[in-house]
């Protein structure tokens, strides 16, 4: 028996209980070092957006277009268009290998930046290998993970995704005395961590779930156009929905955080750069203690997580139309947001990502909806510095009404927990239509 077989007979035989394998979860880990490296260059950059606009004097529009165009937004956006679709015809592991060795060159454009284009330049590139390997890796994740213990792989790497920016902080924060030096450091980390992500990935197999489907001729290879319709159509437009309108107050979050208490006052660079590594050090903690737990308990427990984390987002960015832009009223956004994510924020999106789509459309559709948020996150990133330039309050509105619009969103969304990939594509083929 193949290694391939073995994983997947390993993930049938634990469909039942949720057992898993060593395996399982060092590929899993693996597989979410794509959600590492996305956020941690995505928090990078946010820890040196005012060193950079200071060593190349870049304007607020300058700024708006460095965060617009790389892993927070466009550059990732058209990786995914990418990626996700070429992830679908070739394989994953074409895709989610060899695009790390990409990421690499180009955050060492960055680190060594002498001028803007440099740095314009790698974060772009650095934005299309992030959004070409997040679908793809966690279409992979999603085949190898057994039917009740897909949100809690699924969940390990939202983990992956907030440690890469708590260490990538906590680096900042103790390197915050040097400057820009300090950052260009941190992105040689994400340089080192890339390289070697990408050596224990040789390891790595193709997804058995992708080799059957890709074995099944024509039948098996439905054409884009069919997301367009019926169920898929369905499971687009809520998959898309949600992660659109949470992505534009986490995108916010987590590039422009730091950039806001300082330039409003509310803090120095090392006291920004600890309140956002303390919010995700939350999502840490909320997504191990809740989501990893309860996910593939069943719907109810889904939908209960989702209506309290919701609640708790929507309250985190609507305490600034009240309340001050200060320290206190900071931390009181940050914890809330910081749990409230754990439970309706991207775990949530990447879990049903992989469960409501056939394996032959199942990148292509993410990274759709994957790109889209990011572009939409994009055009958003452009006015962030100006708006924000004239206090909280415009940008506090902007936020708290996405996210409950995505709250609202979420509250519809599929009986999935605990099902088989198989189960649920029979299920959604008699609705089809």
Not at 120 to 135: C, E, H, K
Not at 247 to 273: D, E, K, R
Request: hydrophobic share 50%; net charge positive.
């Amino acid at each position: 028996m193949t290694s391939v077989q073995s994983t997947q007979s390993a993930a049938d035989g634990a469909a039942g209980d949720g057992a898993v394998s060593r395996q399982q979860w060092k590929w899993t880990g693996l597989a979410g070092m794509a959600s590492y490296l996305d956020a941690g260059s995505i928090v990078a950059l946010s820890s040196g957006l005012a060193l950079f606009q200071d060593r190349f004097g870049l304007s607020e529009s300058g700024l708006g277009a460095l965060t617009a165009i790389g892993p927070n937004a466009i550059g990732a956006a058209i990786g995914a268009f990418i990626g996700g679709r070429l992830g679908d015809k070739l394989g994953r592991k074409r895709i989610y290998q060899y695009d790390l060795l990409v990421y690499a060159a180009a955050i060492l454009l960055i680190a060594f930046a002498v001028n803007p284009l440099m740095l314009f330049t790698g974060t772009f590139i650095v934005g299309l290998a992030v959004g070409a390997d997040v679908p793809t890796s966690l279409a992979l994740v999603g085949e190898f993970s057994p039917a009740k213990a897909r949100g809690k792989l699924l969940g390990l790497t939202q983990v992956t995704w907030s440690l890469g920016p708590v260490v990538v902080l906590l680096v900042a924060w103790a390197l915050s005395d040097l400057g820009l030096l300090g950052i260009r450091i941190v992105f040689l980390h994400l340089f080192v961590v890339s390289l070697v992500t990408y050596a224990l990935r040789r390891g790595m197999v193709e997804s058995a779930v992708w080799r059957t489907a890709a074995k099944g001729g024509a039948a098996a290879r439905p054409k884009v156009r069919e997301l367009l319709r019926g169920a898929h159509l369905r499971a687009l437009l809520f998959t898309g929905g949600i992660y659109l309108f949470w992505n534009l107050a986490a995108g916010t979050n987590g590039i422009f955080t730091p950039y806001m208490v300082q330039s409003l006052g509310a803090g120095s660079q090392a006291t920004s750069v600890a309140l956002s590594c303390a919010s995700f050090a939350l999502v840490i903690v909320g997504t191990v203690a809740v989501y990893m737990r309860y996910a593939d308990r069943g719907h109810r427990y889904r939908k209960v997580m989702w209506i309290v984390g919701s609640v708790m987002q929507v309250c985190a960015y609507g305490v600034f139309l009240v309340l001050p832009f200060t320290l206190p009223v900071i931390v009181f956004n940050v914890v809330l947001f910081g749990v409230g994510q754990a439970m309706a924020g991207e775990a949530v999106y990447k879990t049903i990502s992989q469960e409501v789509f056939p394996t032959m459309l199942r990148g292509t559709a993410q990274g759709i909806t994957f790109g889209t948020s990011r572009v939409v996150l994009g055009v958003w990133s452009f006015f962030v510095p100006a708006l924000a330039s004239t206090g909280i309050a415009p940008v506090a509105t902007f936020l708290t009404a996405s996210l409950l619009i995505c709250g609202v969103i979420g509250l519809f969304m599929p009986n999935t927990a605990g099902k088989s990939l198989e189960q649920v594509e029979a299920e959604r083929a008699v609705t089809r239509g």
